[in-house]
Nanobody, 123 residues
């Protein structure tokens, strides 16, 4: 079993930045594919970004150029640097991981999830 704990959310003005962290209870090399998803009130959970064991990155079009996903396998931590935040980025952000190296954008295909961290962007 893998436990994921997110942190770093908060309230920020539009145009600001936040850095989310996701600490894993196991070595992140045991969960090669990791990603970030978000869910706004009344909406379905959606893909934000993912990273492979080789650090190849994938982004949703809505965040491309503004968000950067990265991982530190020595610290067993996944990160999401969010710049130029917009009010439409407001959501609960979740860290997710897979037991293999396949990258998917579908939430149901991830094996482990964190509890989420709230990000609120004011206009």
């Amino acid at each position: 079993q893998v436990q994921l704990v997110e942190s770093g959310g908060g309230l920020v003005q539009a145009g600001g930045s936040l850095r989310l962290s996701c600490a894993s209870s196991r070595r992140t090399t045991s969960t090669p594919a990791m990603g970030w998803f978000r869910q706004a009130p009344g909406k379905e959970r959606e893909f934000v970004a993912a990273i492979s064991s080789g650090s190849t990155t994938y982004y949703a079009n809505s965040v491309k150029g503004r968000f950067t996903i990265s991982r530190d396998n020595t610290e067993n931590t996944l990160y999401l640097q969010m710049n130029s935040l917009k009010p439409e980025d407001t959501a609960v952000y979740y860290c997710a991981a897979r037991m293999d190296s396949a990258i998917f954008t579908t939430p149901s295909l991830y094996h482990y999830w964190g509890q989420g961290t709230q990000v609120t962007v004011s206009s």
